[in-house]
Structures are given as C-alpha cells and as structure tokens.
C-alpha cells in the first residue's frame, strides 16, 4: 500500500552545505504535521537561482539580491583554515590573517569567503579546484591551505587534516530567504521556528477580528434636584406677593 503520507503538501526548505536542519524539522514536523518539510540539499553558487524558480524558502548564505529576495540573517560563522595536521600552523590555537602571508590560498569554484579589500590577504593560487571537496584533496596533498566557514570544515573533516580559527579573516553569515512574491502562511510558519517562537506566538499573522459587541444600553439620566433660590435678607420672600400699603 502507498504511504499516506505521500499525499501531503510539502514545503520545499534548500540547504546550502554546512547548514545543519534537524533541530528546525523536529519543531516543523510538531507544528505542521499535515505538511511534509522536503529539506533538500543546493551548493551555495547554485542555491539562489533554484530558490527562485523551484523551492519555497532556502537556509542560503548571505548576501542575495535584496530586489528578488527577502532574508532575515540568522548568525555568522567563525572562519577557519584548513592545513595538514603536522603543519607549522597548527601549534596555535588561533591565528589571523598574517599568518597566512607565506602560504598559497587554494580558492575552489564554489567558495563562500570573500577576500575583496582584505589587507594582508594570502595569494590564490591560479589553480582553482572545481569543489571545496576537491579543495580538501589538494590540502592534504600539500599543495596549499583552504580558508572557509567552520561548519564546511567539519563536513570535510579527516584524520589528516586539522583547523585553526583565523580570527579577522573575512566571514559568511546564513540566512533564511524565500522569494519576494512567493510570501505564504507556511514561510511565516518557518520564520516563527527559526526565530525560536513559541507555538502560541502570533506575531506576523493575520488574525480574525473579535466579533463586534453589542452596543450597551445608556443609562437614563438621573434627573437633577431643583435649585432652591435663597431669601433675600431684609425683604420680602420671593414667593410672597408684597401687600400694598393704604393710602
């Protein structure tokens, strides 16, 4: 027999690589039961324009183009450099940018940091490789150093390989974005997760206006107490008719 499930709506999440959804999907599939969260993978270069055309939101990494795309920016990643393990640069537990002035950057087809306007960056070598994978392959050959993202060199990792945070080297931040004329219920749904709001929040929904209340009934008016006008001294009463004297 077919799965049921098969037959629900889905929303189409892209992952760029590095980006980590589990935490995400567990609280989608408790809030959205009915609706299957399609988490697939998109290589960074590739994952805006498939955004556009194919998938409801992407976790892509920043910046897109803000005339085609909204993005709500969710953190930035420390940067690190990839070296063989008994390499020189691996006796410290942090380095910068000057530390790599003597090595060759190896700067793959689909790399994710940018080093324009960067002083004192390292030189690339003219060699670029056509993935950060193959990348990986030339480091631990030795032919030269990999600068990228602490999560893509975890999802690199090898026995003989290590990395080393470099401290000002440029950074790439992830961000949630989804299509400017593709807004939906089920986008606003996923930007309350990765925003951590509670299932009770309903900020950024629209809600239904309360049903009008009768109009209450005034109150009659309680009818004021007549004025008692006070008698002037040394006259008659002012409800006394004064009697003539006689001629």
Excluded: C
């Excluded at 194919?54 to 892509?60: K, N, R, T, V």
Aim: charged share 25%; glycine share 6%.
């Amino acid at each position: 027999m077919p799965d049921p499930e098969d037959a629900r709506p889905a929303f189409r999440l892209l992952a760029v690589p590095g980006v980590t959804v589990d935490k995400w999907a567990r609280v989608w599939s408790e809030r959205q039961p009915a609706v299957e969260l399609r988490v697939e993978p998109a290589e960074a270069a590739d994952a805006a324009a498939l955004l556009a055309v194919e998938a409801d939101a992407g976790l892509l990494r920043m910046p897109v183009d803000q005339d085609t795309f909204h993005a709500i920016p969710l953190y930035t990643e420390v940067t690190v450099v990839v070296v063989q393990r008994d390499h020189l640069l691996s006796a410290g537990d942090e380095l910068t940018v000057a530390d790599l002035a003597d090595e060759m950057l190896l700067s793959p087809m689909d790399n994710v940091i940018d080093w324009t306007g960067v002083p004192g960056a390292p030189a690339v070598l003219d060699h670029r490789p056509d993935t950060t994978a193959d990348a990986v392959e030339l480091v631990a050959a030795g032919v030269g150093v990999l600068v990228v993202p602490q999560s893509l060199a975890r999802a690199h990792q090898r026995r003989d390989l290590t990395y080393r945070v470099v401290t000002d080297a440029p950074t790439s931040s992830i961000g949630l974005v989804w299509p400017r004329d593709r807004y939906t219920d089920l986008v606003e749904e996923m930007i309350g997760i990765v925003r951590g709001r509670t299932a009770n929040s309903t900020r950024g929904r629209a809600q239904p206006e309360p049903p009008a209340r009768p109009a209450a009934k005034a109150a009659p008016r309680a009818t004021p107490p007549a004025k008692r006008t006070p008698a002037r001294r040394g006259g008659p009463s002012p409800r006394t008719t004064p009697k003539r004297r006689g001629r």
